[in-house]
């Protein structure tokens, strides 16, 4: 499992080389940054934040009493744009970790995509979240290229279900949305399983499509990028990643998992330490969606998963015309139309409260409901039918015991009255040719007084008839209930 990072990770301040980003993240840490780079990133954020249109939805809410899960690399609590909103979780990687520190870049990025809340003087500096006043809890399971862990992260059959433990434990510990910022190209038992389980429990789950989409290697014929998993789950709100042109940015995967997209292209966002990087990818971009569907939990308490996604469909914008396409899915998300969306869908419809209780049997004055009287007569025709019924029940049962005791089922034919030949073969009788064994008892009848075996105990009964008396072998027979 690996963290979507994206097509490159750029220092605000220091020149740093691009950085070419696969499954998992790539960043390169830049020394201390002075005051004016955070000015720097507030600027760089302004193209992001007008796309998703913040301004407006903060007019109805920042993201106040949601708590979204990080699961991811990390976060550092104590950056200056992460104060006070950051609880930090279990390490579900710690006997891999094996007391080395991690790198937490990736994580932190993503938190503060998420809620981030600035720094300095009326918070005008850094890096501002879509919900800035919603919670984040952070729990570190995946690693990172930077970490010392790595190799063991990569090598590890426990670390496999780090995720899935991390879900689950997000989930009882009563998170809102749990923010998916990684992947892998092949399905895996316990994530599905706790995605479910996050599903069923009212949790909203966003998950990363995926960074292949410039690997020609890996696409197929029709340009699709393989599916990744958590975002290929039922449920999972999956998201591409857009340019500045609002259309599908070139590294993001596209096939049928995309849900919808968010902006994914040179985005600030802050780093361990008091840094800051420019990021690119669909980690990103998820972080983005989180933190719309904090906005809508925050407003929206009880608004099932399914129809947060609902209302995130319903007010994206640049996508295909009431349509669907694999690039960007539904469009480009839209924090304001969002939640306008939401209010819509949680809004009773006209009508929907039914007529006063006055009218509610028709515009006339209610009265007494009447009263259908039942004649006599009926009372009496009931009970004559009935009485006929169990009498004719009666009648036929004192037949059926009258018919079976003149013809009872076991009775043998008197052979001699129908002119048949007698005994045959010293036990059956001979008709038409034909030699029929005697009854099975016969078989289990003790010998004679006096007779060889006299004494000796009854044995198992025999499978064949006794030879005839003449000494010819009996002609070939069976049981009709035995094999032959």
């Given at each position: 499992m690996g963290s979507f990072g994206g097509g490159a990770r750029r220092a605000v301040v220091a020149a740093l080389a691009v950085l070419a980003g696969g499954?998992?993240?790539?960043?390169?840490?830049?020394?201390?940054?002075?005051?004016?780079?955070?000015?720097?990133v507030r600027?760089?954020?302004?193209?992001?934040?007008?796309?998703?249109?913040?301004?407006?939805?903060?007019?109805?809410?920042?993201?106040?009493?949601?708590?979204?899960?990080?699961?991811?690399?990390?976060?550092?609590?104590?950056?200056a744009d992460l104060t006070g909103s950051v609880t930090t979780g279990p390490n579900m990687l710690r006997s891999v970790d094996a007391g080395t520190r991690p790198a937490r870049l990736h994580g932190t990025g993503m938190a503060s995509l998420i809620a981030g809340h600035g720094h300095g003087p009326g918070r005008r500096d850094g890096v501002m979240?879509?919900?800035?006043?919603?919670?984040?809890?952070?729990?570190?399971?995946?690693?990172?290229?930077?970490?010392?862990?790595?190799?063991?992260?990569?090598?590890?059959?426990?670390?496999?279900?780090?995720?899935?433990?991390?879900?689950r434990y997000a989930v009882d510990r009563g998170a809102d949305v749990i923010n998916l910022s990684l992947g892998r190209n092949e399905e895996n038992p316990d994530d599905r399983a706790a995605v479910a389980y996050a599903i069923s429990k009212g949790v909203v789950v966003v998950s990363a499509a995926g960074n292949d989409g410039t690997k020609r290697g890996l696409l197929d014929d029709d340009g699709f990028?393989?599916?990744?998993?958590?975002?290929?789950?039922?449920g999972v709100i999956a998201v591409a990643a857009t340019g500045e042109d609002h259309a599908r940015a070139p590294f993001s995967n596209r096939n049928y998992s995309v849900l919808v997209a968010a902006p994914g292209s040179g985005l600030p966002v802050a780093a361990p330490g008091g840094e800051y990087f420019l990021t690119d990818g669909t980690s990103d971009s998820t972080a983005l969606v989180s933190g719309i569907a904090a906005l809508i939990r925050s407003r929206h308490p009880k608004l099932p998963p399914t129809l947060v996604a609902q209302a995130i469909i319903a007010g994206t914008r640049y996508g295909p015309s009431g349509t669907y396409s694999p690039d960007v899915g539904f469009g480009e998300v839209n924090a304001a139309r969002a939640l306008t969306a939401a209010d819509a869908l949680t809004k009773p419809r006209p009508g929907a409260a039914g007529?006063?209780?006055?009218?509610?049997?028709?515009?006339?004055e209610q009265g007494p409901v009447e009263v259908v009287p039942r004649p006599a007569w009926v009372t009496v025709v009931i009970i004559v039918v009935v009485g006929m019924g169990v009498v004719g029940a009666l009648a036929a049962v004192a037949i059926a015991i009258t018919l079976a005791r003149r013809h009872p089922r076991n009775q043998r034919p008197d052979l001699a009255a129908m002119g048949?030949?007698?005994?045959?073969?010293?036990?059956?009788?001979?008709?038409?040719?034909a030699t029929y064994p005697p009854a099975r008892r016969d078989y289990w009848t003790a010998p004679e007084p006096g007779s060889p075996g006299a004494g000796a105990p009854v044995g198992r009964p025999r499978l064949q008839p006794p030879e005839p008396d003449d000494g010819d072998p009996a002609p070939e027979w069976k049981w009709p209930d035995s094999p032959r």
């Open positions: 499954c998992a993240t790539v960043l390169v840490p830049a020394g201390p940054v002075p005051a004016a780079a955070a000015d720097e600027d760089r954020q302004r193209a992001m934040m007008t796309t998703l249109d913040v301004q407006s939805a903060w007019r109805v809410t920042r993201g106040a009493g949601v708590t979204v899960a990080v699961v991811d690399s990390g976060v550092d609590a104590s950056h979240g879509v919900a800035p006043e919603a919670r984040i809890l952070a729990i570190r399971a995946i690693a990172e290229r930077e970490d010392a862990s790595f190799p063991a992260f990569r090598a590890s059959e426990r670390a496999q279900g780090a995720v899935a433990r991390g879900i990028a393989p599916y990744m998993y958590p975002a290929s789950y039922p007529k006063p209780a006055g009218q509610r049997f028709g515009a006339a048949l030949a007698g005994p045959a073969g010293g036990g059956g009788f001979a008709m038409a040719g």
